[in-house]
DNA sequence: AACCTGACTTCGG
DNA sequence: TCCGAAGCCAGGT
């Protein structure tokens, strides 16, 4: 596996509970300004997949870009269940977005 | 090598 | 706020 591909994996499990991060925000933290289709990819296609916290990643607008029927209703149930709300089918990304600056 | 295909994003109307 | 179009880029055919 290339470099940037395990980038964005350890990102995405660096992901913390009740929070969530886009595919844009996770390609420009790993490197890839303009990655963001290549972070779903890598979602998508990843033996590893079980191993992420794959369902704190939305999209730009604060939706779900899985489609209902192959996962969407999942991911939707999975981060309510860590307090994420959400609202005409959004979260609030002023809210629940991934800040990693404090901590580590 | 050309062409197609996305768990995307941005911009303009 | 809600589409549609265009841009993007790597992997599959």
Sequence with gaps: M?????????????????????YGQIARMAGLPRGARQVARIL???????????HRVINASGGI???P???GELQRAL???EGVVFL???VN????????????
């Design 88 to 90: 005409r089918g959004r």
């Design 65 to 67: 870009s899985l489609a």
């Design 93 to 104: 990304l002023r809210r629940y977005a991934w800040r990693p600056t404090l901590t580590g």
């Design 2 to 22: 290339e470099g940037t591909s395990r980038r964005i994996i350890e990102l995405i499990r660096a992901i913390p509970r009740g929070r969530v991060a886009t």
């Design 44 to 54: 998508h296609s990843s033996s590893r997949t079980r191993r992420l916290p794959w």
């Design 69 to 71: 029927g192959y996962g």
């Design 79 to 81: 981060l309510e269940k």
